[in-house]
């Protein structure tokens, strides 16, 4: 998520020598510039060492005051609020949508998130914000510059890739000072990027935790007791039971968590879940129904869910150089869905896995599949480690 306290570090500043004209020259290309509605991400200072016109002496320091009643709104969002600033998080989806004719973002969106799911959310809310026929202006710094400024950095190849967003490039280079320079029009009301799109557009490898069985949260508080730097990780929670779904779902704990209520399998649909209608706190709701078998579960004690290919999910969502952890507890699935890992290839995505097996619990055949299983893992380098 944004930083909560500003740093002087953190604000490249407005430079009058090129960006106040830059933004001036943008707002003359509307026909009528007092209808304009136009959103500043961060709380702009202006430069005053810039010397965009040594000649005039501004009476104020920020940008939203030097144009204050110019437009027909002028809206501030920065999460560190102030008077008159809408204290937004913009690493968490917006409701709202089409606000704004222009947009300025001069070194805001670098410092949102600290991982790559809440980066994307801010990239996604400028371009919900942004209307059609209006103008977005990103100065951003670019990869290998600004040693230490943020966690995100940008190329100009990063902003090719918005060209099939619906967007024309006005202008697009890099600065003397490091930076990406980005001014585009929205021409078409299309959907953003994917998030694979997104992230080889900044040429980052993710880390990954994807956690299959999320019951209430709990193997997610686990990880990141236990990885040092959890906050790097993207995370996806995929839990089917809604009474355990609705537990996390809701709670600000995590907010920055892709959260899918939807059950692991080797293949897409709808499935029975077996044993979450007696007891919707059940340890052991299944799609093996030779495990409800087993575990003396009525035939009428199941609710359908929704279940994902969970190869089909990893293959269109990552790269293989992608540094994903797969965490499975689901309750005799994961012999279906390890066997479609191998198989589909999507095994090959996983740098550590956690399996719980529950054999245990289930009929004698599954401690031979279970050995087979590892040996077919083991084989390609793959060792888990078990959970539960």
């Known amino acids: 998520m944004q930083s909560r306290k500003r740093k002087d570090s953190d604000n490249m500043g407005m430079c009058r020598r090129y960006l ?71 690493s968490i989806i917006m409701e709202e949508s089409n606000s704004a004719d222009i947009i300025t973002d001069y070194g805001t969106l670098e410092h949102i998130g600290t991982d790559l799911g809440s980066q994307y959310n801010a990239w996604i809310n400028a371009h919900r914000l942004l209307k059609t026929g209006g103008v977005v202006i990103h100065a951003v710094p670019l990869r290998g510059k600004w040693d230490g400024h943020c966690k995100w950095y940008y190329t100009v190849e990063f902003f090719e890739k918005f060209k099939n967003c619906g967007y024309e490039i006005l202008r697009l280079g890099t600065t003397w000072q490091g930076l990406v320079y980005c001014k585009m029009r929205k021409i078409e009301d299309k959907p953003f990027m994917t998030l694979k799109e997104f992230s080889q557009g900044l040429g980052y490898p993710r880390k990954v935790l994807i956690d299959c069985g999320a019951w209430a949260g709990d193997s997610v508080n686990i990880f990141r007791a236990a990885i040092p730097n959890i906050s790097e990780y993207e995370i996806v929670m995929f839990e089917p039971n809604p009474e355990l779904f609705k537990l996390f779902n809701g709670n600000p704990k995590y907010n920055n968590c892709r959260k899918i209520e939807a059950a692991v399998s080797n293949k897409s649909g709808i499935q029975k879940l077996w044993g979450c209608v007696s007891n919707g706190w059940s340890l052991g709701s299944t799609l093996e129904k030779s495990k409800a078998d087993w575990d003396g579960i009525g035939e009428t004690d199941y609710l359908e869910v929704p279940t994902v290919n969970l190869s089909e999910f990893i293959m269109e969502n990552f790269f293989v150089d992608d540094y994903i952890i797969l965490k499975l507890d689901i309750d005799g699935s994961e012999y279906d869905v390890l ?47 078990f959970w539960g």
């Open 20 to 90: 106040l004209p830059s933004f001036e020259q943008t707002v003359n290309e509307f026909s009528d510039p007092s209808s304009l509605s136009v959103i500043e991400f961060g709380f702009q200072d202006i430069d005053r060492d810039s010397g965009y016109d040594e000649t005039v002496i501004y009476p104020v320091t920020h940008f939203r005051d030097l144009f204050k009643g110019r437009f027909k709104s002028l809206r501030t969002i920065d999460i560190c609020g102030g008077d008159g600033v809408e204290a937004i998080d913009l």
């Open 339 to 385: 066997e479609n890992l191998l198989e589909s290839g999507a095994i090959a995505y996983i740098k550590k896995l956690y399996c719980e097996f529950h054999d245990r619990w289930m009929s004698p055949e599954f401690m031979k599949k279970k050995t087979n299983l590892i040996e077919k893992l083991v084989a390609i380098g793959i060792t888990p480690e």
